[in-house]
Nanobody, 119 residues
Framework: QVQLVESGGGLAQPGGSLRLSCAKS????????MGWYRQAPGKQRELVAV???????NYGDSVKGRFTISRDNAKNTVYLQMNSLKPEDTAVYYC?????????????WGRGTQVTVSS
């Protein structure tokens, strides 16, 4: 069983920065994707940034050049550094882990952390 706990959300001014953390518990080996998605009111959940199972990174177009995903494998934690924040970055940010084992596909979500960008 995988559990994901996010932290670090809050209120930031436009142009400001926030750093999110996601701590993973539960042993699933090393072949998994882990990262961040977000959902704004009235919109679909969208990709923010992820580490793929192949160890590369993918970013959503709207955050490229502003957000950076990183991780500390010893702490089973992934981080999202968000710079140059815009009001349109306001959303609930969710941590996600995906992996496949045999014939099964597994997909876990954290509870989410609110990020609000406003002056």
């Amino acid at each position: 069983q995988v559990q994901l706990v996010e932290s670090g959300g809050g209120l930031a001014q436009p142009g400001g920065s926030l750093r999110l953390s996601c701590a993973k518990s539960g042993s699933i080996g090393s072949d998994y994707a882990m990262g961040w998605y977000r959902q704004a009111p009235g919109k679909q959940r969208e990709l923010v940034a992820v580490f793929t199972s192949g160890d590369s990174t993918n970013y959503g177009d709207s955050v490229k050049g502003r957000f950076t995903i990183s991780r500390d494998n010893a702490k089973n934690t992934v981080y999202l550094q968000m710079n140059s924040l815009k009001p349109e970055d306001t959303a609930v940010y969710y941590c996600n882990v995906k992996y496949s084992r045999g014939r099964g596909d597994y997909n876990y979500w954290g509870r989410g952390t609110q990020v609000t960008v406003s002056s």
